[in-house]
């Protein structure tokens, strides 16, 4: 950190500057985040104008239902699962666009047209996956397995095939983000390095995991960081492609409290579950920032 | 050898060729269903080969509701990323800059913030408009996106501030330019391939955010993610509607990200990764 010598007249500018963020920053996120603390403690319920302080039974009620530990459950079983499987796929298309025998151009042109999936509406995305590839009598991909006789694919039937079609959609539209940053590490690295180590006779795998992995081990852990937060908190995808049925399989957290709060006007138990599950997240934050130095 | 060299290079660009594919393949079922017929565009088998029509695109550009979303979208996007960035910009400066006290709890208060998960914010914000009856106006939703795009920018800012040579600020300095001066004067001009990659990802992020819209909102705010939602679940299976306005709804997207390519790495990663 550097820091400049400061004149007395400019002493106070640290504070004139950063102090319309700390106001907005607390007006807008620390003043909802605590009122919602305080609806969590009463039982609100949208339909009725009657507000009763309740102390802590929403939150023992909580304790007390499977669903939403299920939610919960799912969001980290999902969001680890599709996390993981974005690095893996997103690391080997980086490495492949870096690789010296494809032409600048053509990689870069890829990259152009992989950045396209995730500056769309993820809302709107999904609606395109519901209608026009994944629906059952119309959707392209069972017109496609049907050419081949593969049978059909059905979102709706059995337990795996929600998960399943929502891990692929997620992966096909996320992954990109992590090709690119994970691209600008691999092609920052160094030409003479791998010279050195092809004289010293690596083979390709050893030249990924010594050479490569390493020196991007930075991104890497950034990329999980931010991709994992977000898809805990994944919601447009989930509901709109499945509402989180059948039943409650391809239900997370988010969408369990907009439906406590949202369908059943539960607005007190919804607070709860939200206070809960910000509980949670911010463990996660304070365990991932340590190897993080953003 | 050179045959053996020549194929491996192919068969790598053969496979970087599908994997583009096959992120495109939505775009291409959406575009083509979008210049199809309403006959023709749910029948299955596909009909492959068509007269293209614009009809789809005249319907939905007449249509009052839908010209209003955007213009709601493009106005309260555009308002809560301004202001971010005016904010963003300063304490983008005074985080990178200086010591004081605190500034390490502020800085981990904006980090949290941004991996916040919005839900936390919808109950809360949801019951405090109806209180102060300021539900279903502009300024409600572009102050509810600054929990969205705020910490997104003075982290972004906050790295790209670091970057300029600090000799650069001594020299403005010593020419008798004071603080503010130094940032309006030299930081800014300085930064602007920053600034412009940072209102960049912030504006997308708000224009394609549904979550806080979706309950916030209501008939005068309604915003282009929502219009698209609300309006498909009536009308269950209109695919030229649904085709018609994926495609709008991602042109300004496409525009931004194409303008500012350079810095977007960094914008990214929020600094972590110089790119």
């Given amino acids: 950190m550097r820091s400049v010598r400061i004149s ?20 807008v996120g620390v003043v909802p985040t605590l009122y919602s603390f305080i609806i969590s403690l009463q039982s609100y319920e949208l339909v009725s104008p009657v507000r009763a302080w309740v102390g802590l039974a929403n939150y023992l009620k909580l304790f007390h239902d499977t669903r939403f530990f299920h939610a919960i459950g799912f969001a980290l079983i999902f969001g680890f699962a599709a996390t993981c499987c974005e690095l893996v796929i997103g690391f080997l298309i980086a490495y492949l666009l870096a690789d010296k025998e494809v032409p600048s151009r053509y990689s870069s042109m890829i990259r152009t047209v992989l950045m396209i999936p995730f500056v769309c509406a993820p809302v709107v995305m999904s609606y395109t996956y519901k ?3 994944y629906d059952r009598t119309f959707g392209y991909l069972n017109y496609f397995l049907g050419l081949l006789h593969l049978g059909s694919f059905d979102l709706f039937k059995g337990s795996i095939n929600a998960p399943l079609g929502l891990l692929v959609m997620e992966i096909i539209l996320r992954t990109p983000f992590l090709v690119i940053i994970m691209y600008a590490g ?53 509901f709109v492609l499945t509402a989180g049925g059948p039943g409650y399989i391809t239900e997370n957290a988010t969408v369990f409290i907009v439906e406590q709060g949202f369908t059943f006007f539960h607005m007190g138990y919804a607070a709860a579950a939200a206070f809960l599950f910000l509980v949670l997240v911010i463990i996660l934050i304070s365990l991932l920032i340590r190897r993080i130095e953003f | 050898m050179k045959l053996v060299k020549w194929m491996r290079k192919c068969s790598k660009m053969f496979v970087l060729g599908l994997i583009a594919f096959v992120s495109l393949i939505p775009f291409i079922l ?27 695109y005249t319907d939905l550009l007449t249509n009052t509701a839908f010209l209003r979303s955007v213009l709601n979208s493009l106005l309260i996007a555009s308002a809560s990323t301004f ?31 941004r991996m916040t998960p919005s839900i936390v914010f919808i109950i809360p914000y949801f019951i405090i408009w109806r209180t102060i009856r300021l539900n279903d106006t502009h300024l409600s939703m ?17 790295s790209f501030v670091v970057d300029v040579p600090l000799e650069l600020e001594e020299a403005a300095m010593v020419d008798g330019c004071s603080r503010w001066q130094t940032l309006r004067l030299i930081l800014v001009p300085v930064l602007r391939p920053g600034i412009l990659a940072a209102a960049t990802l912030a504006f997308i992020a708000l224009w394609n955010d549904f979550i806080l819209a979706m309950f916030n909102t209501g008939r005068n705010t309604r915003t ?52």
């Fill in chain 1, 186 to 238: 691999i092609s920052s690295i160094d030409l003479a390095i791998y010279d050195a180590a092809e004289i010293d006779g690596i083979t390709w795998l050893q030249k990924i995991t010594k050479i490569v992995i390493p020196s991007i081990r930075a991104i890497i852990l950034v990329g999980f960081a931010l991709r994992f937060m977000d898809s805990l908190k994944m919601f447009d995808e989930i």
């Fill in chain 2, 224 to 275: 282009l993610t929502v219009e698209i939602y609300t309006s498909l679940s009536f009308y269950q299976i209109d695919w030229n509607k649904l085709s018609t306005s994926a495609i709008i709804a991602v042109i300004p997207a496409i525009i931004f990200i194409s303008l500012t390519q350079k810095y977007i790495v960094r914008g990214l990663t929020m600094g972590a990764i110089k790119g």
């Fill in chain 1, 131 to 133: 209608t026009l590839i």
């Fill in chain 2, 30 to 56: 959406v575009f083509f269903t979008s210049i199809k017929e309403r006959v023709i565009a749910l029948s299955m088998p596909p009909v492959w080969f068509f007269v293209p029509t614009l009809r789809n």
């Fill in chain 2, 83 to 113: 202001i971010a960035m005016i904010i963003g910009i300063l304490a983008g400066y005074g985080f990178s800059r200086f010591r004081f006290k605190g500034k390490g709890f502020f800085t981990y208060m904006i980090l949290a913030l």
């Fill in chain 2, 142 to 158: 572009i102050l509810m996106y600054l929990t969205l795009c705020l910490p997104l920018i003075i982290l972004m800012m906050r």
């Fill in chain 1, 8 to 27: 007395k007249s400019d002493r106070a500018f640290p504070y004139y500057s950063t102090l319309p963020a700390i106001i907005v920053v607390f007006l």
